[in-house]
């Protein structure tokens, strides 16, 4: 995805940040199952989208804050604090108006992805949901 992309550079202009500071936008997209219900005959298929605009601090290019058209929590936009650790687990915390998220990533191998997500009150005392997920990587 291009810092030009009319979609990277709203998300910049929304949260003020000077275009020439972003490393690397990008475009994911994922599809999920849900068996939560268990009286449902088919599994619930999830499917989102969103832009990501990864905006490293420019003393410490394994953290920064990330951008996103679409939140984890809260489908709004959305900006968190990320960091890589020396081990490769990328940790991200995003705040909303209603909650926090906190996610863990990592690839265990080329094609195997971990995560671990937990969701809190916006006043951090209780979790509202907590989940691991592994992710094989199609493609």
């Not at 690397?24 to 989208?49: K, N, R, Y």
């Amino acid at each position: 995805m291009s810092v030009d992309d009319s979609r990277v550079r709203a998300l910049c202009e929304a949260n003020a940040i000077d275009p020439n500071a972003i490393a690397a936008p990008f475009f994911m997209s994922w599809e999920g199952e849900s068996d939560w219900d268990d009286d449902a005959d088919d599994p619930e298929t999830l499917s989102v989208s969103t832009v990501l605009v990864p905006v490293p601090d420019p003393n410490d290019i394994s953290r920064g804050t990330l951008l996103r058209d679409r939140g984890y929590a809260e489908t709004v936009a959305a900006v968190g604090n990320y960091q890589i650790s020396e081990e490769g687990v990328f940790t991200l915390i995003t705040p909303y108006d209603r909650a926090s998220a906190s996610e863990k990533i990592w690839f265990e191998t080329d094609n195997l992805r971990f995560r671990i997500s937990t969701i809190r009150t916006s006043s951090g005392k209780g979790v509202t949901t907590a989940s691991f997920s592994s992710e094989i990587r199609m493609g």
